[in-house]
C-alpha cells in the first residue's frame, strides 16, 4: 500500500468529510480542504490539524493553487441533494458535472496520481432489482443520479486517455455524526422525535435503502486511495442490509426510547427510488473492504451524538 502524503480533499467541510479528514490526519497524512462552505461548516473541523481553503471546485484557478504540492484527491464536494437536484437540476449539473470535470482536469495539469471519488449506488442505479453490483446497469431517474453517472465517466476517462488513477466508490446512504446539517431522513426523523413531531413517511413504509455508516465509507475512501488498483474502478462501498424506511423510523424511536412516537404517511415523491441495497462483494475482494458498525450499534450511536452535539440547549 502506497499513497501520496499529501491529500487534497474536496467538501472536506461537510458531514463525509469530517469523519473521513480527522481518520486521514490521525493516519499521518498531510490534508488541505478546499470547499466552497455552502452545505459545510468550517465548525465541522474545529480542532484538526488540516488547512482549510474557501473555494468553489468551478475554480478551474483555485483548484491549480489549492493542489500545490498535493499528489492524491479525494473528491466529496457535490449538490448531494436528490430533491434538490429535481428542483434545481442545473446548478446539480454545474457543481456535479462541471466540478468534477474541473477536478480531474486540474489533476491531470498538476499530475496527480490518484483520484477517489464519492459517487452514490442508488440514485445513479435508479429502479432495479436489489441487491444492486458493479453489473447492475445505471438508469438514474433524478437529475443528481445523472450527475454522478456524468462523474463516473469522466473519471473513466481520464483514467483511460491521461493516466489519472481514479477510482469512484458508490455509497449507500451514509449516516453518523456531522450529519445534522444534511436532509437525510435519520436526522429528520431524529429531530421530529426532539421536537415531538411526526415522523413523517412519504409512500407505504416499504421503500428500502441501505444505510452505512460514516466511519466505514470513510474507511472504504481511504483504502481506495491507499490500495493499488486500476484506473478507472468503480467499488460499491454498503452494508448490504437492506432497511424500510418503516423499520428505519422503528429503529429511531427505539433508539431514543419512543417506540410509540407517533407516523404520519404521505405521498411518494419524484425521482426517489423505490427499493435498494447494494452489494459490496467487489469492493470486498479489491480493496479488503467490510462494513463493521451494524445498524443497531450505529443509529443507537448517532442518536446519542445529536443528544450530545445537537439537542444540548
Ligand atoms: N451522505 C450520503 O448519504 C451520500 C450518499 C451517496 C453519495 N454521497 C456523496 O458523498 C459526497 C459527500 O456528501 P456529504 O453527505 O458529506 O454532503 P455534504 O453536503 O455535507 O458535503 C459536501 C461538501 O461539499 C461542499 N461543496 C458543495 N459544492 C461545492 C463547490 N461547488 N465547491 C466546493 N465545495 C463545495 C459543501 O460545502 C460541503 O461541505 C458527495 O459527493 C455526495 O454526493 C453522499
Redesign the pocket.
Known sequence: MSAPDGILV????????ATLVRRLVASGYRVRV????????AA?LAGVDVELVK????DAEALDETLEGLGAII??????SVIGSVQDPETNFD??VL?TFRVLDAARRAGVERVV?????G?LIGDATPPVDERSLPKPISP?GAS?LAGEGYAHAFAKTYGVRTVAI??????GPW?A??R?VLNVFFESIHSGAPLIIYGDGTASRDYVHVDDISNALQLALENDVPGGTVLHAASGVETTVQELADLCRQAAGVPDHPIEYRPKRAGEVGRNFASYDLANQVLGYAPSVPREVGIPRTWKWFQEEVFRD
Open positions: 474536496t467538501g472536506g467541510a461537510g458531514f463525509v468529510g478546499l470547499d466552497n462552505l455552502s452545505t459545510g461548516d465541522h473555494g468553489d471546485i468551478r473528491h466529496l464536494a457535490a449538490a448531494g457543481v456535479n466540478g471519488q464519492a459517487s452514490t449506488g440514485a443528481y454522478k458508490r455509497f449507500g446512504n451514509v449516516y450529519c446539517r444534511k437525510g
